[in-house]
């Protein structure tokens, strides 16, 4: 009633829409003139002009109207094609930051060009996203002659583009590429460990075209990069066995272990602190880890160097697997798999593990497999990708129907531009029938009909087998047809581009040639290029198209008479946008058209809603075999049951965001930390930072015991001090002053940074610092990944404790994430004040060779998938030169014998450059 009132007072939602664009337009239109005026190469130097008035404080909508009639013009000096007044409001609603609905053949590729133009000028970069390679080859081509017109470079990204030619083109004004493409590239640049192998430039403005394939078809399914894990299921194995060597320290008479800082005798080589689950090692029990692992060719060096500082952690965790983690207690094995016990409730958090290597350290210890698996890298889905954008616009010929998941999910407002001539198609009304099989037989009744007449035909199916399944009932006929699906998509612009000739009967999945026209009469200029072949010269190419152009307006009057492409729907999608993208490849400019949508009881919608129940009264009332039903009710009942659905995918899709909400945050903050990591120039800071919350954080438990038990506390500090930096603490009558411990701790780990920078410089040091940083990063989010994955799976199953899943994986989400930043911050002080300085010849880092896989073809949010090879992180910085005969231990990563080649040549390393190494 309230709304019937509003449209009544002040008109449709649509007609005030253009109400406020209009004067806009008439902006632009009364600057025409002044643009047709300009000699060529003025335009240019306009764009110039234009940039220096934007940085001179003047906005984008100031300079809307003489930016769009530079557009127009240029598009009608190159192209031949002046945009009409209904493409100018387009472009000025896409500037807007909204989404347009033109219908199909409105000219939506055109339109675009006057909105890229101008949000190019402030100089950030626009994106043109296309469903397809194809498409966003074409349309760069296409356009290019406008934009360099104008004084723009124009880019192009395609998935078999190398990282360099990827770079440039991101460099360029408007860049255009698919949704997949920009989205992996986000994702490795993220992976990166330099700044200068990342190719994109930052997020300002994009138009995505089939925006509600795009934002909606395709939300639900993320983009991947997955990885083999490093293969260290062998080293939890060995370390396993070697355990039996090792001792634990010897206590003495009070139940405590001896202080090796006060100089007490240590028989033993580990301690135990049951109360935080942790391991430590004597000196004695370093030296002989390190002496078991040269007899086995394990290491070479010290164990503390940092290439082999991975096997004391494998012995770490290895010690806890065995001493302080009991089956039956802290986890129980069933079916062959390790699942952890929660400590507080006593069920099994299935899903769940281990992180940091302890669950594999525990799987070697049962005795059961090691799991080793590809490992989702990263991920993001096309929701939170576009949210990146500061504006963000789209077009499409359907987007009305869900303008308000638009609205509510991304904040965009859908805006309606009418025709540029009115349409004149012939919707009719759906014909249902019985089953299935008197469905096919009139399907095919009919298109035997409209083929003899030579009428053209567009019939849109469901799926592949359908449209594999009229194929083969067309053929039995005799009717010569082409197939359009995903078996062929390669012919996608071959078969389209002839849908509108004479007689041609065209199948299709309903999603099929979204992005091309079909022209009535067929498309000269693909006939043209199809006659003249690849060698033939501009001059005979002409000759041709000429020609073909002739033949086509024959044609075009011909099949116009006719009644246009006829255009059959083979059943009703779950969604009214899908049949209206169907529909609206007929009557395009003003072109005549038809519509028909053919329908059984037997299709999934019509079950899925009461079908089952209206096919029994049919058949109790006594319908004939083959007779259909025409009613407008029945529309609307089918239109009624369209909604349904589309309202419950929404529910579906609005909930899987509110979960990829929480990874989201996250995933910023790791990728923000990670750009300040590779930019700051001085990470020293950043461990001084952690070193000094860590030191407090032990000298508050030394502050609260002091009274109690000085002794034991002290010893505890000690310990704890030796343990994570290496520090023996001297106590000199500051036991009742916990300031000036601090203060002298502080003093003390700060100078042995200091000592560390003098010898190998502060590049190398920075540099070394950044390596462990991010090695310790993308380790840890990568078990995080993982984390979350099992909770997710995990927090269902309280629903049935009356608990909300999605409160709980929140709750519980952050608090893992917390607890990893802490991990990460502690982890990377701790071994930079542990690794030791020697002497040795100029290392040179080799690369961090990762071979990952990318996909976009799963359907949870956060499993990993298989999909197109490609991808991958890209090699860090050569290590800096460093002062004459002392050097950093290898900060980076070591290339395995086994590992790919990091040159890129595919060879395993020792079969490439590491031939003669």
Known sequence: MLENMVKLLFGSKHERDLKTLLPILHGVNEKEAWAAALPGEEYPRMTARFRERYQAGETLDVLLPEAFALAREAARRNLGERPYDVQV???????????????????????SVAAAYLNAIPGKGVHIVTVNDYLAERDTEWMRPVFSYLGLTVGTILSDMDNERRKQNYRCDITYGTNNEFGFDYLRDNMRWDLEGRVQRGHAFCVVDEIDSILIDEARTPLIISGAAEDDTFKYAEVDKLLGSLEEVKKKEDGEYPDETQ??????DYKLNEKNKGVSFSNGGLAKIEDILHKRNLIKGAIVDEENFEYLHYFTQALRAHKLFHIDVDYVVQDGQVQIVDEFTGRILYGRRYSDGLHQAIEAKERIKIAQRNRTMATITFQNYFRLYEKISGMTGTADTEAVEFSKIYNLDVVVIPTNLPVARN????VVYLNEGEKFNALCEEIAEAHHRGQPMLVGTVSIEKSEKISTFLTRRGIRHEVLNAKNHAREAGIIAEAGAKGAVTIATNMAGRGTDIKLGGNPEHRARKAAGTGASPEIYAEILKAEYEKWKRDYEEVKGLGGLYVIGTERHESRRIDNQLRGRSGRQGDPGRSKFFISMDDDLMRLFGGSNIKNIMSKIGMEPGEPIYHPWLNKSIEKAQKKVEERNFEIRKHLLEYDDVLNQQRKYIYEQRDAILRDTNLKDRVNDATLSMVKGALETYRASQRRDQAGVIKELGNYLKEKFGYTLKIEGKEANPEALEAQIIE?????LDEKENLVGTVN???FIRMQYLQAIDRKWLDHLENMEGLREAVYLRSYGQ???????????????????DMIREEIASRVHLVRI???GDREWRGRPTVTVQSHGSLTAFSSGTGQSGGGTAPGPSAKSQPEAVTVVRAYPKVGRNDP?????????????????
């Open 263 to 268: 100089g007490e005798e240590v028989i033993g």
């Open 765 to 767: 040091l920075n540099a």
């Open 89 to 111: 409001l387009g472009s000025i609603v896409l500037h807007q930051g909204k989404i347009v609905e033109m219908k199909t053949g409105e000219g939506k590729t055109l339109m």
């Open 901 to 917: 080649c990091p040159c890129g040549s595919g060879k395993k390393y020792k079969f490439c450059h590491g031939k003669h190494t």
């Open 748 to 752: 003390e780990l700060e100078k042995d």
């Open 803 to 821: 608990k909300n899943p999605l409160t709980e994986y929140k709750i519980e989400g952050f608090q893992i994430f917390d607890t990893m930043i």
């Open 427 to 430: 919707d009719e009304d759906d």
């Open 838 to 840: 020697q002497a040795a």
